[in-house]
């Protein structure tokens, strides 16, 4: 074994510690936030959380659209949000079912309206600048919504952290889980192709879960830590996110040109997933283990057609 694997192998564990740390600090953070502000660990998830864990799919996506990638830039945002729940709640909800508040339910719908909107947007084949804007201007509005409705800020009493302090730990930490994941997929790809490993498997597999790696990490630990609050939000969350934001940042820098799979397959196939979610939260705000299969069984139906 040559320096170069054994230095390269050595930041693939470096990178796994960090990660597993940093959602650990993440988790536990996000946690210590919604005791200081008096609002539900579920809502915390749902904003500062997924802001944080989001960054991958933002940065990656406004630099495809940026050098006119527009396919890049549209199918990270997609995929994302589709992996997000089918692989990453599947397995969390496989491992512990996952019980959440009934506002879980609420904020689901909001999802699955936003991804329909953006999918009405997308009819033409093209987001142009203006669309990608509204889709900005409504992440906005949902966040003023729920800064009126479930945020009260107040001093902190003698004794008690400073929820604002925790704030930016949560981001750092949600930073940290980024950089760990970095580390993560670069070393294990230069591992995976040393071992003779085709390129083109390691792009599809590897390199295609690392902007969701920080996502996977956190959940993974909420649930383990039996935090489903943290779990279920982080993931609706970011899925919002991934509809308005990152979408609407990509077609802000450059019109969008709409891949035709997409839209006839690879956006209606995440509304199928995001409706199993909602029913699921509807009917016993619980995922549990009979949705965590359904949920696995479409996301391999969603790799069979593609990598067929």
Request: hydrophobic fraction near 55%; charged fraction near 15%; aromatic fraction near 8%.
């Amino acid at each position: 074994m040559t320096a170069e694997y054994i230095i390269t192998f050595g930041l693939f564990i470096l990178g796994l510690v960090i990660l597993i740390k940093g959602s650990d600090l993440f988790v536990e953070a996000a946690t210590r936030v919604a005791k200081g502000f008096g609002v539900s660990e579920f809502i915390i998830a749902l904003v500062l959380a997924s802001i944080a864990t989001t960054l991958p799919e933002v940065t990656t996506s406004a630099i495809a659209s940026y050098k006119g990638l527009s396919g890049i830039a549209l199918g990270n945002a997609v995929g994302s949000a589709l992996a997000n729940i089918a692989l990453i709640l599947g397995v969390s909800s496989m491992i512990m079912p996952l019980d959440v508040d009934e506002i879980a339910w609420k904020n689901s719908l909001f999802m699955i309206a936003v991804t329909l909107y953006a999918w009405l947007l997308m009819g033409d084949l093209t987001i142009s600048r203006i669309e990608g804007g509204s889709l900005i201007l409504i992440y906005g509005g949902f966040l003023y919504y729920l800064y009126r409705k479930h945020v009260t800020l107040e001093e902190p009493s003698e004794g008690k952290e400073n929820p604002k302090k925790d704030v930016v730990i949560l981001f750092v930490s949600g930073l940290i889980v980024v950089v760990g994941a970095r580390l993560v997929v670069d070393s294990a790809v230069k591992i995976a192709i040393a071992l003779g490993i085709p390129e083109v498997v390691v792009g599809l597999t590897l390199v295609s879960i690392g902007t969701s790696l920080p996502e996977f990490a956190n959940s993974l630990t909420a649930t383990l830590k039996k935090i489903p609050n943290i779990s279920v939000g982080n993931i609706v969350g970011a899925n919002i996110l991934n509809i308005l934001m990152v979408i609407g940042i990509a077609a802000l820098i450059n019109p969008i040109k709409v891949d035709s799979g997409i839209y006839s397959f690879t956006v209606p196939l995440t509304l199928v997933v995001m409706m199993v979610l909602a029913i699921s939260l509807k009917l016993n705000n619980r995922v549990g283990r009979k949705t965590s299969a359904v949920l696995l069984i479409l996301y391999g139906y969603f790799l069979y057609a593609n990598f067929k």
